[in-house]
T-cell receptor
Framework: DGGITQSPKYLFRKEGQNVTLSCEQN?????MYWYRQDPGQGLRLIYY???????QKGDIAEGYSVSREKKESFPLTVTSAQKNPTAFYLC???????????FGSGTRLTVV | QKEVEQNSGPLSVPEGAIASLNCTYS??????FFWYRQYSGKSPELIMS????GDKEDGRFTAQLNKASQYVSLLIRDSQPSDSATYLC??????????????FGSGTQLTVLP
């Protein structure tokens, strides 16, 4: 079945540690997105990529980094520069934003 | 002014009632509009899309669009406790350059009381 797979489902990060969240899709979508959601809040765009080997900063890119070496994959690294990383992270993709986005199941990141 | 605004909620309705969720947007040339449902702890799920002025019905859900007023709404008839969730309005707007992408409202939390 086609879809977006995010892993891991839960992730715990120690202070000062970098962690990488995985996002893989087999929908043949060109565009992929990373969002952060805090409790009771809406979605905030971190990074997005319209094509392979190209990506753009969203509204809250500081402390995060991404790569897009393959069409299917758009990993997000939460660096130690991100001071408040505890949140629910959502990956999405689309072949045309006029038809909406498909979301992965999310990764819940907690700082311990 | 936020690009997409939703009535803040939370909204509570009794089982069997009509729930009305509202959304306004600022981009006058937007052409596609969406409603997502998000259960607690889960990811958003697309439930309705609408592109033309008027009503679009799908089962118990009706999306309404008025481009002149820059207003989109979602009506849920015969509300069920299983409809209790946060509903996100999304609008396809121009981002940096000429690319379009979805901008999301902050969501309205709906509780249907048995």
């Amino acid at each position: 079945d086609g879809g977006i797979t995010q892993s891991p489902k839960y992730l715990f990060r120690k202070e000062g540690q970098n962690v990488t969240l995985s996002c893989e899709q087999n929908l043949n979508h060109d565009a992929m997105y990373w969002y952060r959601q805090d409790p009771g809040q809406g979605l905030r765009l971190i990074y997005y990529s319209q094509i392979v080997n190209d990506f753009q900063k969203g509204d809250i890119a500081e402390g995060y980094s991404v790569s897009r070496e393959k069409k299917e994959s758009f990993p997000l690294t939460v660096t130690s520069a991100q001071k408040n990383p505890t949140a629910f992270y959502l990956c999405a993709s689309t072949y045309d934003s006029n038809y909406g986005y498909t979301f992965g199941s999310g990764t819940r990141l907690t700082v311990v | 002014q936020k690009e997409v605004e939703q009535n803040s909620g939370p909204l509570s309705v009794p089982e069997g009632a009509i729930a009305s969720l509202n959304c306004t947007y600022s981009d006058r040339v937007s052409q596609s509009f969406f409603w997502y449902r998000q259960y607690s702890g889960k990811s958003p799920e697309l439930i309705m899309s609408i592109y033309s002025n008027g009503d679009k019905e799908d089962g118990r859900f009706t999306a309404q669009l008025n481009k002149a007023s820059q207003y989109v709404s979602l009506l849920i008839r015969d509300s069920q406790p299983s409809d209790s969730a946060t509903y996100l309005c999304a609008v396809n707007v121009i981002s940096s350059g000429s690319a379009r992408q979805l901008t999301f409202g902050s969501g309205t939390q709906l509780t249907v009381l048995p």
